[in-house]
T-cell receptor
Framework: KAGVTQTPRYLIKTRGQQVTLSCSPISGHRSVSWYQQTPGQGLQFLFEYFSETQRNKGNFPGRFSGRQFSNSRSEMNVSTLELGDSALYLC????????????FGPGTRLTVT | GQQLNQSPQSMFIQEGEDVSMNCTSSSIFNTWLWYKQDPGEGPVLLIALYKAGELTSNGRLTAQFGITRKDSFLNISASIPSDVGIYFCAGHRAGGTSYGKLTFGQGTILTVHP
């Protein structure tokens, strides 16, 4: 069974631009969660989508948004990029019920200049 | 911010030695998960724990869910060079709306000298 895939793997953007990242979960998984990983803050939860609805949200500004499609694929968008948004963005999928186990993709490395 | 205190922050060991790391929290957790992350990759799930007191093994790895539900530890026996990486504890807090949200520890950087 194929794992979680994320595209693109690397991205360089300029401050003020916006960016969209994509995640395809493991086949059969209906929950997709997004995390931001930085050296200073570690792994921080962004949000979780299940059945096309956002079920949970972390403490990030409204510039960070996401959505989930009927096939469970998910996208996250960051608008008006800031230098501090440079990070590894990780997507994780799970069955959600009853399993709490989340399986991560390789991540998208975003660099904002 | 981080709600899990993971220690040690880093370890330098010789091949063949055993390793132990732990995670503690001031909050009760329903689930404890242990992940390993290699450079440039996403975390890989090693072990999942669901019940207080549960002890689970995966090859040379053994993890336990603390009785108080506020801590967990991971042991690696007879370390080998490919054990190098960053190990993270993670968990789901009990109650509230944190169902789909994992809280992570700061990570333990493991270096194994041949």
């Amino acid at each position: 069974k194929a794992g979680v895939t994320q595209t693109p793997r690397y991205l360089i953007k300029t401050r003020g631009q916006q960016v969209t990242l994509s995640c395809s979960p493991i086949s059969g998984h209906r929950s997709v969660s997004w995390y931001q990983q930085t050296p200073g803050q570690g792994l921080q939860f962004l949000f979780e989508y299940f059945s096309e609805t956002q079920r949970n949200k972390g403490n990030f500004p409204g510039r960070f948004s996401g959505r989930q499609f009927s096939n469970s694929r998910s996208e996250m968008n960051v608008s008006t990029l800031e230098l501090g948004d440079s990070a590894l963005y990780l997507c994780a999928s799970s069955f959600r019920q009853p399993s709490y186990e989340q399986y991560f993709g390789p991540g998208t490395r975003l660099t904002v200049t | 911010g981080q709600q899990l205190n993971q220690s040690p922050q880093s370890m330098f060991i010789q091949e063949g030695e055993d390793v132990s790391m732990n995670c503690t929290s001031s909050s009760i957790f329903n689930t404890w998960l242990w992940y390993k992350q290699d450079p440039g990759e996403g975390p890989v799930l090693l072990i999942a724990l669901y019940k207080a007191g549960e002890l689970t093994s995966n090859g040379r790895l053994t993890a336990q869910f603390g009785i108080t539900r506020k801590d967990s530890f991971l042991n690696i026996s007879a370390s080998i060079p490919s054990d190098v990486g960053i190990y993270f504890c993670a968990g789901h807090r009990a109650g509230g709306t944190s169902y789909g949200k994992l809280t992570f520890g700061q990570g333990t950087i493991l270096t194994v000298h041949p």
